[in-house]
């Protein structure tokens, strides 16, 4: 899992509850291509906290919610140049949104098959990408192999996490984590949904629920892999 994503994580429990989401939709489309959204969601709360640490002695008033998720936009967009040139991807866009209530950014990728679906996943969820060694997962890595049957493809994700925590980070993490969580979602009319061991039933597909407390490696994962099955079309 992205160091970055986890470090905004923490910085939203820091001070708030609910304050953000974290979500990641794998969507397959009618002609055989996938789109890969991932989703920050942010509270205004947790935006106005930004604009506080950023005012650097002016008033905080001074600086816009919407210039707060630029900026974050802007610090994410390094990674585009690396996931465009990518095979298989057809197109890639970072945005941005604002309403009244929350502030979203958004990285989505739009797959040409199958084929190139496991690879694309895996490089958005990391955010290094001077170093493609995949066979060397961060502290808490999540990983995407896909494999095909004469019946089906099977999108398999698997955890690896750190669990040498520290007594200091535990309680940390403990504080900060609680009831926050990692949705990984998967939406196609393929979808078998009589297979779901370990997943949640959405209204269009699947969805596999992670807590933030396993996934930091300050509880034991109850669940370190989840298959999604796509039944292969007639």
């Known amino acids: ?5 986890i470090f905004l994580l923490v910085a939203g429990a820091l001070t708030f509850n609910g304050c953000i989401d ?9 002609n055989g291509s996938f789109t890969v959204k991932r989703t920050l969601a942010l509270s205004n709360d947790f935006i106005d906290m930004m604009k506080s640490f950023g005012k650097l002695g002016k008033d905080s008033n001074d600086i816009s919610r919407q210039a707060v998720l630029d900026t974050m936009m802007h610090q994410m967009d390094t990674e585009s140049v690396d996931i465009k040139n990518l095979a298989g991807v057809q197109s890639y866009n970072l945005r941005d949104s604002l309403t009244d209530s929350a502030g979203y950014v958004i990285a989505e990728a739009n797959i040409r098959d199958l084929s190139s679906l496991a690879n694309v996943t895996n490089q958005l969820m990391q955010t290094d ?7 060397k997962p961060d502290k808490s890595d999540l990983k995407l192999t896909v494999i095909k049957t004469a019946t089906s493809s099977n999108l398999t994700f698997s955890v690896t996490v750190d669990s040498k925590t520290s007594k200091e980070d535990k309680e940390f993490a403990e504080k900060m984590f609680g009831g926050h969580a990692f949705h990984l979602r998967v939406i196609s009319p393929d979808l078998d949904r009589t297979k779901k061991k370990n997943l949640s039933a959405t209204p269009n597909g699947l969805e596999w629920i992670v807590p933030l407390l396993q996934l930091s490696g300050v509880e034991p994962m109850k669940t370190k892999s989840v298959t ?3 039944k292969n079309s007639k």
């Open 228 to 230: 999604f099955v796509l």
């Open 129 to 135: 990408h001077s170093k493609n060694d995949q066979s």
């Open 1 to 5: 899992m992205s160091r970055l994503w």
């Open 22 to 30: 974290f979500y990641l939709d794998i969507i397959a489309q009618p």
